[in-house]
Nanobody
């Protein structure tokens, strides 16, 4: 098992920036791909970004491409999501999730391990 804990959420004005962190347990953390997902009130959970175990491969949703950057530091067992030029439509609870494989990275049901989420609110 791997335990995931998100942090770094908060309230920010449109155009601002936030950096989310996902801290994970386990010596084999580098063997897990990690994804970020978000869910806004009344909407379905949607894919945001994902990164391979080594950090050598990343993918992004079209809605965040060019604004968000996913990265990881396996020596610290941490994955980051740097978010810039935030928009009100980015408001959501953000979750990190892990899988031991690198498959179906945009599907939430491909990830067996999930954190509790952190709230991001972007005001107009």
């Amino acid at each position: 098992q791997v335990q995931m804990v998100e942090s770094g959420g908060g309230l920010v004005q449109a155009g601002g920036s936030l950096r989310l962190s996902c801290a994970a347990s386990g010596r084999t953390f580098s063997g897990y791909a990690v994804g970020w997902f978000r869910q806004a009130p009344g909407k379905e959970r949607e894919f945001v970004a994902a990164i391979s175990g080594s950090g050598g491969f990343t993918i992004y949703a079209d809605s965040v491409k060019g604004r968000f950057t996913i990265s990881r530091d396996n020596t610290e067992n941490t994955v980051y999501l740097q978010m810039i030029t935030l928009r009100p439509e980015d408001t959501a609870v953000y979750y990190c999730a892990a899988q031991i494989f690198t498959q179906s990275l945009m599907r939430s049901d491909a990830y067996p391990y999930w954190g509790q989420g952190t709230q991001v609110t972007v005001s107009s």
